[in-house]
């Protein structure tokens, strides 16, 4: 079966300091990944997306960047985490009309 | 933990109909959004929902929220072809779950001429 697995599911980290999520999907080949953010009051906001390893493209531009090491690995970067990269993140795998999302992550900066 | 289950799974509209598709919280949520999804393509947020019993509306698409904030409507009128796609409604916990969203397994819809 298909499914999506994001990890951790809640972050505090300091300003300054480096972040890494990860997300990777079972049950399925050369996936369709994203991943988005949560925007106030605008919802989900597309940051990156990834047709193929190694393809990575930017929705906008921003303190974060992404990497798809592996076809079923999906990796959300920071070098340096500033006060406003908290938030909410999520990763979702799309084909299609279906899509599958992890648990998303929410992540603290102080 | 927080579960958020959407119905119908499928829907096959006559172009022209109406529908509604439901989305329900087995806890209180602080808000609600609406994302749609064109086939091929990436959910799109639509709008979000924060007030018991708020009711929005964009152009045909009415959207509801539930007075004890569990549970959450869209309702299409004279359904066009355009409508075809996948809907997901996603909800923010509260207190303990406040900050993530869980998202309903979505309802696809698809629009015959």
């Known amino acids: 079966s298909q499914t999506i697995h994001q990890w951790p599911a809640t972050l505090v980290q300091p300003v300054g300091s480096p972040l890494s999520l990860e997300c990777t999907v079972e049950?399925?080949?050369?996936?369709?990944l994203y991943w988005y953010r949560q925007a106030a009051g605008r919802g989900l906001q597309l940051l990156f997306y990834?047709?193929?390893?190694?393809?990575i493209s930017s929705e906008v531009p921003q303190n974060l960047s992404a990497s798809r090491p592996q076809d079923r690995q999906f990796i959300l970067s920071s070098k340096k985490l500033l006060l406003s990269d908290s938030g909410f993140y999520l990763c979702?795998?799309?084909?299609?009309?279906?899509?599958?999302f992890g648990q998303g992550t929410r992540l603290t900066v102080v | 933990g927080q579960q958020v289950m959407q119905i119908p799974q499928y829907q096959h509209v006559q172009e022209g109909e109406d529908f509604t598709t439901y989305c329900n919280s087995s806890?209180?949520?602080?808000?609600i959004q609406w994302y749609k999804q064109r086939p091929g393509g990436h959910p799109v947020f639509l709008i979000q929902?924060?007030?018991?019993?708020e009711v929005k509306k964009q152009k045909r698409l009415t959207f509801q929220f539930g007075e004890a904030k569990k549970n959450s409507s869209l309702h299409i009128t004279a359904t066009q072809t355009t409508d075809v796609g996948t809907y997901f409604c996603?909800?923010?916990?509260?207190?303990?779950?406040?900050?993530?969203?869980?998202f309903g397994a979505g309802t696809q819809v698809v629009v015959t001429p």
């Open positions: 990834s047709v193929g390893i190694g393809q």
């Open positions: 929902l924060v007030k018991s019993g």
């Open positions: 806890t209180t949520l602080s808000n």
């Open positions: 996603a909800g923010e916990g509260t207190t303990d779950s406040w900050g993530k969203f869980q």
């Open positions: 979702a795998w799309i084909i299609n009309t279906d899509a599958f």
């Open positions: 049950g399925t080949s050369n996936p369709n």
